[in-house]
């Protein structure tokens, strides 16, 4: 079950730490040795800044890797190089498996259900075809956007716990804009955002293992904490990645609140949080050198998650 | 603008079908030649699938093109063939493109404003990174889920209108799951897809061309015929993309109540109807062959809609 995989990994690496890989290719760590640039004319442009951002994706990851349990790809950043941007996110899902991390796809996919299974192959295990089985991303989880209703989760499910992974349904997200539906006022007097979170509990009560944690988590914008209270009260069970924290506005110190109330274990394990640009670009503030300055900000912000978790 | 474009070619064409390009690597028409499989070890079985399925979607594409304004792709079933699967669809955009044909991006995405800018530039008009200019898919529309609110939209409706191009909003889906959330009752007695169509028509009133449309779209599902006398009132600019006709249960003699109440041209443009299994499929009870049996029943749909918004 993905709750024991997630607090077996959290306590080894003491660790909740998220590094979010979403790589600006205006922002790239300066280049360590000219292989980064093979000559223009010899591949396309898509292939070229692929190869450079694929550089300076490794070097963060195994920057931080020592800090971190987890690393959360973001899609859009691959897709918008195309084809080898695919490629790149295949090689960096090894290359953190390859550093004991975990990974999270990051697709907030959501589709109707034949459409939803497709995605699922994608980013889980693979799908056979004629030509032979075309393996999947090998995603540890997956987030996804509930909107489309339960029947549209149900596959991204099936395929995450045939691979013992794990989902993370969209909850309450971490931007301003979060307040427009997801927090509109149901009849009931409660936002939405309560229903996806009842949602979260339901399915994921189907696969809780001896931790006590289950196989669906939530995305809860750590930008909103005044949230976290009630979203534990209705989701006691599943794992929260907390989003926003650092560049978007949230702080560690914050979010004392979404942890779980359970043995030490599973509640460490109960909370993910994740920072990306706070990371990345820890060295535009401090004058370091990237690597030192993202490894150091990875650190305090490690030891800060532990800490409140204690 | 957008509906400019879309009301000139649906009256060029007499057209508003749109063909669903989803492939299943197990359902493909047979090959042609022996060209379509490489020998086995050569490539990947990823690259092995994906050009069998290439072969296909060409085939089928040429075969109903006469009758579509549109072809629809899915994006979920190129992205299970990873890497090579991403090259497949920029080779369908430019393969539609060469027949006559816009382009419908379905990916039902929605993150984030830095990430769903990232998704836009993947999906229409690219980035310019140091490497030099990333082009992106050159979609004529792209769907997107509107649950992280309206900043969220935002930099796919900027970067569509850079490129002349237009935003489709989920609003009511074609799946039985739609009614989860999609129908909750809000605390003003509406259900919140009613709130996603007055942002369509919010933000496509800021485009809105001498025929009368706008360049924000709404995907409706055709299986729920009810909604859509109240949706049309809701969103009287808004291009409907009706989906779930055929396979899914969809009727087109139910979609009457859909289409604008506006001068002809517009009126025949404001409906989009899409169907994907029961063209690439109809060989299956007819019995002819496969790229016939997809023409007839393209040819159908087309005219059972044409008659409609007569």
Not at 20 to 31: E, S
Not at 73 to 93: H, I, Y
Request: with cysteine.
């Amino acid at each position: 079950v993905f709750g024991e995989v997630l607090s077996g990994r959290v306590v080894e690496r003491e660790s909740q730490l998220v590094v979010g890989i979403d790589p600006d290719p205006w922002a790239l760590w300066p280049a360590p040795s000219e292989s980064r640039e093979p000559p223009a004319g010899t591949h396309s442009a898509a292939a070229r800044a692929t190869r450079a951002v694929l550089a300076h994706c490794r070097e963060l990851i195994d920057a931080v890797a020592p800090a971190c349990v987890a690393v959360k790809l973001q899609l859009a950043c691959f897709e918008r190089l195309q084809a080898p941007g695919w490629e790149a996110l295949r090689q960096l899902v090894d290359h953190a498996h390859g550093r004991g991390l975990l990974v999270i796809a990051d697709g907030k996919r959501g589709d109707v259900p034949a459409s939803a299974l497709a995605y699922a192959q994608a980013l889980y295990g693979g799908v056979r075809a004629a030509a032979g089985e075309v393996p999947g991303l090998g995603a540890d989880l997956a987030t996804v956007n509930p909107l489309l209703g339960a029947d549209a989760i149900d596959p991204f499910l099936s395929a995450a716990r045939a691979q013992g992974a794990g989902v993370i349904l969209l909850v309450r997200t971490s931007n301003p804009g979060a307040a427009d539906f997801e927090e509109a006022t149901l009849s009931d007097g409660r936002p939405l955002w309560e229903r996806f979170a009842r949602l979260v509990d339901e399915l994921g009560g189907e696969a809780v293992g001896a931790s006590g944690l289950s196989d669906v988590g939530a995305v809860m914008g750590a930008t909103a904490p005044a949230h976290l209270e009630r979203a534990r009260e209705l989701m006691p069970r599943a794992v929260f990645l907390l989003a926003g924290v650092g560049a978007q506005g949230g702080r560690v110190e914050e979010l004392g609140a979404a942890f779980a109330d359970a043995p030490t274990a599973a509640r460490r394990a109960s909370v993910l949080v994740t920072s990306s640009r706070s990371i990345a670009g820890a060295f535009a503030s401090t004058g370091e050198q990237p690597a030192r300055a993202a490894r150091a900000e990875a650190e305090r912000l490690r030891a800060a998650a532990w800490d409140l978790s204690g």
